[in-house]
């Protein structure tokens, strides 16, 4: 039920044309402070920085110019003691901080607002902390990095099976699986480096959408709060919101990146499979089932994704056709980037604990690698080297003797020299020391390769790399 609050005041901060207060629910529907309260620390910096530049172009006097930027770090305390009372009526972060200060220090507080909007004030806030949320996922991606790389050093001559289709494909060796992560991550890691240089500009100065009369001084506030330079269309400042949109198309690949090592994570603790033991800090048990281990932290990491993406589809459908320059619907922005930001920072953590914990099966590895005719390919490859078959050909001839194990329940090493010689006279005893799959994954040194000496370059360029 709509409550009339036709009794109450008009707002204190743009209420001059009203003759009474916004309906409550009303109110409720307008009132971002519930959760950009989360921008206080960049409001605060951005308004200090204001003031000051306001005094320095003689716009304000130095003597408010101080009062202001004291109150300001006071409030700056209030809130982080919890002793900020935040008011709904007060809308948003900008107005309740504002409305204090000049409860405060009066007069002076009131001056704070000249040649300045909300709407360059939070595309400043909002700039502010994406910024500082690229600084915290490049910090956390690193961290993951590094605990692959750990991984990669102990298992560098590892085999493992590589899958396509998740079939058996060909050996590999464990320190090249945990490398190709490495290599995404640090293409993640580059997405955020890239949105965060985009989008170090300014948009202080552009006031409500026009620039100012006033005359401001824009390089000033841009050094101040660590931008490169003021951006440079007031229209552009106060409308776009790219910047949050590039931080959560980062924020969804990275994601999408956890939940393929999740998924495999997953597989790979089965009974079935075992290829690895997740430590007991990173799984749960099942209150009916006593022997189960589950592997949850993999199992969310697998479905973060789904808010990260959903958020980034949420922020593009709100943006979508807006005309410019500043509308309301783009209040609709905080939330999802907040929650992208948590969920992923959250997930990068739980990853890191989780590979740094984590103990390869090396035994059920090297098993498995020579299951389901891995080395097939290599016996191909010797056809070609040795006997000069054209590799098609050669492709057959294998395909034959892997269909002759099969239907004998054998893998390929256990054919005898005239089984295989029954598919192709030349073939010789020399054979056998292709089909074993520690020397597969040493034949692989082709730049990029799996075999053990490329896998141990690689470590040591990424441990000279991340430190
Ligand atoms: N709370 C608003 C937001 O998040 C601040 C800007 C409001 N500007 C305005 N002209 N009403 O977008």
Request: charged content about 20%.
């Amino acid at each position: 039920m709509s409550k009339s609050d036709t009794s109450k005041p008009a707002n204190s901060m743009w209420g001059g044309r009203f003759a009474s207060g916004p309906d409550a629910i009303m109110t409720a529907i307008n009132a971002s402070i519930r959760f950009d309260q989360r921008l206080y620390a960049q409001d605060i910096a951005g308004s200090r920085a204001h003031a000051a530049m306001l005094a320095q172009q003689g716009i304000i006097t130095s003597n408010d110019a101080q009062a202001i930027r004291e109150g300001l770090l006071t409030i700056l305390s209030e809130i982080e003691s919890g002793a900020f009372e935040f008011s709904d009526a007060l809308e948003d972060i900008h107005l309740n901080i504002e409305s204090r200060l000049t409860q405060m220090i009066g007069e002076a507080g009131k001056r704070l607002h000249t040649a300045r909007s909300r709407n360059d004030q939070v595309a400043l806030d909002f700039r502010l902390w994406v910024r500082g949320q690229c600084d915290s996922a490049i910090e956390g991606i690193t961290a993951l990095m590094r605990a692959f790389v750990m991984q990669a050093e102990a298992g560098a001559d590892w085999v493992m099976p590589g899958f396509t289709h998740l079939q058996t494909a060909q050996p590999v060796t464990w320190g090249h699986h945990m490398l190709a992560y490495v290599e995404m991550l640090s293409r993640d890691r580059g997405r955020f480096e890239d949105a965060r240089r985009r989008m170090n500009e300014c948009p202080l100065g552009a006031a409500a959408l026009a620039g100012t009369g006033f005359p401001i001084d824009r390089a000033f506030t841009a050094k101040e709060l660590g931008f490169d330079r003021p951006t440079a269309n007031s229209l552009d400042s106060v409308s776009d919101r790219d910047f949050a949109l590039e931080f959560l198309s980062a924020a969804s690949i990275c994601a999408l990146h956890l939940s393929r090592f999740a998924e495999e994570l997953v597989i790979w603790s089965s009974a079935q499979f075992r290829f690895v033991r997740l430590s007991d800090r990173w799984t749960t048990g099942s209150s009916i089932m006593p022997q189960k281990k589950n592997p949850d932290a993999a199992e969310l990491l697998r479905a973060k994704i789904g808010r990260i993406m959903g958020a980034q589809v949420a922020l593009l459908t709100v943006m979508k056709g807006l005309p410019l320059t500043y509308s309301k619907d783009m209040q609709e922005d905080k939330e999802q980037v907040f929650d992208a930001a948590d969920t992923l920072m959250l997930a990068l953590a739980a990853m890191t604990g989780m590979v740094g914990d984590m103990t390869a099966n090396r035994d059920v590895l090297a098993q498995s690698a020579a299951m389901g005719f891995s080395t097939a390919t290599d016996l191909a490859d010797w056809l070609v080297r040795s006997l000069n078959l054209p590799f098609r050909e050669a492709h057959h001839v294998t395909g034959t003797l892997v269909a002759m194990a099969e239907s004998a329940g054998v893998d390929l090493p256990d054919l005898s020299l005239e089984q295989m010689q029954s598919v192709h006279s030349g073939i010789t005893q020399a054979v056998f020391s292709v089909l074993g799959v520690e020397n597969s994954v040493r034949s692989r040194q082709s730049y990029g390769g799996t075999s053990p000496v490329r896998v141990a370059e690689q470590v040591a360029r990424w441990k000279a790399a991340l430190g």
